[in-house]
């Protein structure tokens, strides 16, 4: 079946660390995976996707097929990358989320 | 562009009511889809919609919840006789194409008690 994981519900940072926020998922067949972040009780906005190979706002992510991930990076943390994102995949005709990871980054 | 409406932002309900959740895509979308966001999960799947069609329903409930996208007018997500687990945000999403380009609105938070 089509899942995605995140294993971590909080990561907490300080301001100017790394953060690696991880995201496993199987499926059968070539995936196409997005990272969406949510601002505090906001609309979902799409942050990346791995078709593109873009860096949005400092963040990355790389498909790894052997290792079935595609972890969202970033070098240096800033208090407003504070957020919950989730991993998500396109199955058909729509998403299939992971459960999100809270991101807190401390001044 | 306003992008994808979804009123109201906030909805409470008692148990035994009905809900009816709108959302107006953005402009040139013609597919519709709603998730259900409950407390400490991700979004799940609920049903997708093109212009008066459902074209896959396989994540609503199988009783007390509807959904529609008329030739006119907003999608509406109905559910009826609401009960405490229905409490939930519920988001809508648009996009141009099948399965691409999904831009999400807001959410209705509906809150059953």
């Known amino acids: 079946a089509q899942r995605v994981t995140q294993p971590e519900k909080l990561l907490s940072v300080f301001k100017g660390a790394p953060v690696e926020l991880k995201c496993n998922y199987s499926?059968?067949?070539?995936?196409?995976l997005f990272w969406y972040v949510q601002y505090s009780r906001q609309r979902l906005q799409l942050l990346l996707r791995?078709?593109s190979r873009e860096s949005i706002k400092g963040f990355t992510a790389d498909l790894n097929k052997g290792e079935t991930s595609f972890h969202l990076k970033k070098p240096f943390a800033q208090e407003e990358d504070s957020a919950m994102y989730y991993c998500?995949?396109?199955?058909?005709?729509?998403?299939?989320f992971g459960a999100g990871t809270i991101l807190r980054v401390k001044s | 562009n306003a992008g994808v409406m979804q009123n109201p932002r906030h909805l409470v309900r008692r148990r035994g009511q009905e809900a009816r959740l709108r959302c107006s895509p953005m402009?040139?979308?013609?597919?519709v889809y709603w998730y259900r966001q409950l407390p400490e999960e991700g979004l799940k799947f609920m049903v997708y919609?093109?212009?008066?069609?459902?074209?896959?329903e396989s994540g609503m409930p199988k009783e007390r919840f509807s959904a529609e996208f008329p030739k006119e007018g907003p999608s509406i997500l109905r559910i009826q006789q609401v009960v405490r687990g229905d409490s939930a945000a519920y988001f809508c999403?648009?996009?141009?194409?099948?399965?691409?380009?999904?831009?999400f609105g807001s959410g209705t938070r509906l809150t059953v008690v």
């Open positions: 791995h078709i």
């Open positions: 998500a995949l396109t199955y058909g005709n729509k998403l299939v």
């Open positions: 402009k040139g979308h013609s597919h």
């Open positions: 499926y059968s067949g070539s995936p196409e």
């Open positions: 919609l093109q212009k008066e069609n459902i074209i896959d």
């Open positions: 999403a648009s996009s141009p194409l099948q399965g691409n380009g999904y831009t």
